[in-house]
């Protein structure tokens, strides 16, 4: 890919978010940046990556967490910003990617060729994937959904000013259960590649109405 493409993909526990992403990076042919991310970290580093997946994308203990000359001893804290760190990096060598959360869509919003996307999906259909992928009764399932989503918003809430799922930070908020996995991919695989079509054409906003 000649020009540079980062696309950030938000999602609410068992939506499909990130499996829609792993489309998306496929068809783009764009490395994934998730969860894998520790792992490069843990690399460049010389540290056991167990050490840091246990405390991935979680939102901060503020009862136990402190900062000591302006170093915080919350690993979540720590983590985080490592990541956020290597991200910033990738973008600035000018490397396209598709990452999944991780505060992508605000720590990368400098970076015009950045589209962020956020997948929700209906509480029957996340209901169901988790039933059936994890194997849990309904009422567990509930309570597995709750306790996630409120765990993505708290750690995406602490680090940025935006708020989680606000639909004024992504330029594309989608219902992954109205289109399933692949209709909604096919459908975001369209906006990306007319995104790319505007820039490639330097076709800003250019809407002859004047009418509001």
């Known amino acids: ?59 901060k203990n503020k009862l136990l967490s402190r900062k000591v000359r302006g170093y915080s001893n919350s690993p979540q804290e720590n983590i985080a910003n490592m990541q956020f760190e290597y991200l910033k990096s990738k973008a600035e060598q000018g490397e396209s990617f598709v990452v999944v959360g991780r505060c992508a869509e605000t720590i990368l919003k400098e970076y015009d060729c950045l589209i962020p996307i956020f997948i929700m999906a209906d509480m029957d259909y996340k209901l169901e994937r988790v039933m059936t992928t994890e194997g849990l009764t309904k009422e567990d399932a509930q309570v597995q959904i709750k306790r996630q989503n409120w765990k993505r918003k708290e750690y995406h809430n602490y680090f940025c000013s935006e708020k989680w799922g606000d639909s004024r930070n992504y ?42």
């Open 171 to 212: 330029d594309v908020c989608i219902n992954c259960s109205k289109l399933g996995l692949d209709g909604t991919t096919k459908m975001l695989e369209q906006y990306i590649r007319e995104r790319l079509s505007i820039r490639e054409k330097g076709i800003g906003d250019q809407d002859e109405t004047k009418e509001i």
């Open 1 to 59: 890919m000649s020009e540079q493409l980062i696309i950030s993909v938000s999602r609410e526990y068992a939506s499909g978010g990130h499996v829609v992403a792993e489309k998306l990076a496929k068809i783009f042919g764009l490395p994934l940046y998730d969860y894998n991310l520790l792992k490069e970290i843990a690399a460049q580093k010389g540290i056991n990556v167990s050490k840091l997946e246990k405390y991935d994308e979680l939102p």
